[in-house]
């Protein structure tokens, strides 16, 4: 992490609205950078977190990220008021803000509120948020890092009291379903009430549209048929295969930095080439881990209201008793597959902000595995769903139709909230 402390960030100043300094569609984007790669870095250090839980504490911070830098550009809107619940945000104060201090104690505080009550990841988290203050202290008057460091604490305080009635904490207790052909879990479900949680863009149920398979142990049914798919695909797993199903497990084990945070790593390499200035930056960051959000819940809603069997189930007690996958099977049922859907819904939506654009994803090369290039990014989000398939955790038939879902929340999400002001 010291390299992440080092890194120097440029910053002017020029008057702009209600912020002093750059205008933020003009201003360096490193800062967001820097957080976004150590956001990353704390995902890899927590355990005892359920994976989909990530896609609340990336989509809560974007969004307070992005809210924190709407006054300092004239052409950005607020979503307050668009997304479900979120009003009455604080207003900003009459004597100018920097742009700059607003984000680092924005960005920092929301961490601290979802990863803060480890006494280690707090300190890392203020270490971060001083080391990137001393460089931007060196640029702004004190009192305007004060002024500007109330707002923040002000701005999120409301967003954090708004994600707090966003459902995510049930007491519900979970029964599971009996019978042949229905999802039982092997330990704690995981997350089996998400389907309940406020999805950001109102009205985000309508994208739900998905056909879950009908279930059969007839060996000529189509159920078998994909089930017999996964089996025989194992068996022959080319090392390539194993690379990608390996590459994508993004289990939150300490080890990887979960699906939510892979995407902000292949983000934060994009921000990095395209040199996005922070308002833009921002945007983009809040367009995707919104969809990845919205898409989570969907995911869940299919699981848990379908609750197809998993192949390592049907696989076992159908065609190979002693069979198993090349990766766990996660706590959850298996329709529609998530990381289909979780990719393709952050796939769209940053195809729609950047365009067909190559990529290269470094997520990984820290810990042996190397960067891995790809056309577009519909691409990434394709291989992200077939790793399932050769993880031996899904069928392909749920992968398709968790692209589907994917892109029907993405364009939903582009359809339904403004991020300019039209003129």
């Known amino acids: 992490m ?14 702009a609205n209600n912020f002093a300094g750059e205008p933020g569609k003009k201003l360096s984007a490193t800062l967001l950078i820097n957080w976004l790669d150590f956001h990353c870095q704390v995902v890899r250090s927590v355990s005892g977190i359920s994976h989909v839980a990530y896609s609340r504490h990336f989509s809560y911070t974007a969004i307070a990220v992005y809210e924190s830098m709407v006054g300092s550009d004239a052409s950005y809107k607020s979503l307050s008021g668009q997304l479900s619940g979120l009003s009455n945000l604080p207003l900003l104060p009459s004597l100018p803000l920097s742009p700059e201090a607003t984000v680092n104690a924005t960005y920092a505080t929301l961490l601290r509120n979802f990863y803060g009550d480890k006494a280690v990841l707090k300190a890392r988290i203020d270490s971060m948020e001083s080391a990137m203050e001393k460089t931007l202290l060196s640029k702004i008057d004190p009192l305007q890092a004060d002024r500007s460091r109330k707002y923040a604490n002000e701005l999120t305080a409301h967003i954090i009291n708004w994600a707090s009635a966003d459902g995510s904490i049930s007491t519900k207790k979970y029964s ?95 921000i990095r080439e395209k040199k996005l200035s922070l308002s833009e930056a921002s945007e983009a960051f809040v367009r ?19 609750n197809v069997v998993r192949p390592i189930t049907y696989i076992q007690q159908h065609i190979d008793k002693e069979w198993k996958p090349l990766i766990s099977t996660p706590p959850h049922p298996e329709f529609p597959a998530a990381h289909a859907t979780i990719s393709n819904a ?27 290039k790809f056309s577009s990014l519909l691409a990434v989000a394709k291989e992200a769903g077939i790793s399932r398939l050769y993880g031996g955790i899904h069928y392909r038939y749920s992968i398709e139709q968790g692209f589907t879902l994917g892109e029907a929340v993405a364009n939903l999400l582009n359809k339904s909230i403004s991020f300019h002001i039209k003129r």
């Open 2 to 15: 010291k390299k992440l402390f080092l890194l120097t960030l440029l910053f002017t100043s020029v008057a």
């Open 176 to 270: 599971a379903l009996q019978g042949e052909g229905v999802w039982a879990p092997v330990s704690e479900a995981a997350a089996p009430f998400w389907a309940e949680n406020r999805s950001m863009v109102p009205a985000m149920v309508n994208a739900f549209a998905i056909v879950a398979p009908s279930y059969s142990s007839d060996k000529q049914s189509s159920f078998y048929q994909m089930a017999n798919e996964v089996y025989s695909v194992s068996k022959q797993l080319t090392a390539e295969q194993k690379a990608i199903a390996l590459f994508w497990d993004d289990s939150p084990n300490g080890k990887y930095m979960t699906a939510f945070g892979h995407w902000t790593s292949i983000l934060s390499g994009l």
């Open 288 to 306: 995707m881990t919104i969809a990845m959000h919205d898409a989570a819940i969907l995911a869940w809603k299919g699981k848990y209201q379908y």
């Open 346 to 372: 952050a796939a769209v939506a940053l195809t729609q902000y950047f365009g067909a654009v190559p990529v290269t994803d470094k997520s990984y090369v820290d810990i042996g595995m190397p960067e891995r």
